[in-house]
């Protein structure tokens, strides 16, 4: 009777010690939002398209911001877990700024010169609002990984597309990498080469910093092309900031 007694305890403080370090969101409704994303052209531009229509009536945007709000990152155990938490975090409060502000033609129109969208509320976080510069600046790119850049997702054309999965620890170097690989032999937006130049995305100019540990822009591009040609580096390709799903003109 005892040992019975003891060992029904020692199963509940297992399970009770298991959820106590559970240290990721389960990510399900995020997952869902994400069937809302699928492969299309916009501007001549191949990416993958949002449907906002749908996630803005279909609720399901809700639920994974829900998961965010709710969940404490004081859980986050490792560089892993909050590059992750982070990411999804990023695209899930993009998402919601343009459904929240649907139908517009890009998410810039949600802010002004003065009051850009970037430094606006987006959504909560451990109690505390955030907005999506917050957490691109202040959290993700502290921890120095310039691949952040090819995973957040500033929901516009030119941006990395959306992964068709939401981020987890477990998988994030590999996610990342099949990120900075993708965009990477993008021509429409992440890099062509013409006779004179290998011309590549104005993220490696905005964020040439970041790079620096890991060799420079010019490094860690050849790291996932190894084709290109020894031709000089223009960070200039445009920059279009419509909207990366259906515009409300159209």
């Known amino acids: 009777?005892?040992?019975?007694?003891?060992?029904?305890?020692?199963?509940?403080?297992?399970?009770?010690?298991?959820?106590?370090?559970?240290?990721?969101?389960?990510?399900?409704?995020?997952?869902?939002?994400?069937?809302?994303?699928?492969?299309?052209?916009?501007?001549?531009?191949?990416?993958?398209?949002?449907?906002?229509?749908?996630?803005?009536?279909?609720?399901?945007l809700e639920a994974a911001c829900q998961q965010i709000t709710k969940f404490p990152t004081k859980n986050l155990a490792n560089k892993d877990e909050r590059l992750a938490f982070y990411i999804n975090a990023y695209n899930i409060l993009a998402l919601k700024t343009v459904v929240g502000h649907w139908p517009l033609d890009?998410?810039?129109?949600?802010?002004?010169?003065?009051?850009?969208?970037?430094?606006?509320?987006?959504?909560?976080?451990?109690?505390?609002?955030?907005?999506?510069?917050?957490?691109?600046?202040?959290?993700?790119?502290?921890?120095?990984?310039?691949?952040?850049?090819?995973?957040?997702?500033?929901?516009?054309?030119?941006?990395?597309?959306?992964?068709?999965?939401?981020?987890?620890?477990?998988?994030?170097?590999?996610?990342l990498d099949e990120q900075a690989k993708k965009f990477l032999a993008n021509a429409d937006k992440g890099l062509h080469v013409d006779k004179e130049s290998i011309h590549v995305s104005k993220i490696f100019d905005w964020f040439g910093k970041d790079f620096k540990a890991v060799g420079g822009v010019e490094a860690f591009i050849r790291q996932y092309r190894t084709d290109l040609p020894k031709l000089p580096i223009k960070e200039d390709i445009n920059y279009d900031w419509d909207v990366n799903g259906i515009s409300a003109k159209n």
């Open 1 to 60: 009777m005892i040992l019975t007694k003891r060992l029904l305890i020692f199963t509940a403080l297992l399970i009770t010690g298991f959820n106590t370090f559970a240290t990721e969101p389960d990510w399900s409704a995020y997952a869902e939002v994400l069937k809302s994303v699928s492969q299309g052209t916009k501007n001549n531009v191949k990416l993958a398209l949002v449907d906002y229509q749908a996630l803005k009536a279909n609720g399901k």
């Open 106 to 175: 890009s998410i810039k129109d949600v802010g002004s010169l003065i009051s850009p969208v970037w430094g606006k509320t987006a959504g909560s976080i451990d109690g505390n609002n955030v907005s999506l510069d917050d957490i691109e600046n202040k959290t993700l790119r502290p921890l120095d990984e310039p691949r952040i850049h090819f995973a957040i997702v500033c929901a516009s054309v030119s941006c990395p597309d959306l992964l068709d999965t939401p981020y987890t620890a477990a998988k994030i170097n590999s996610q």
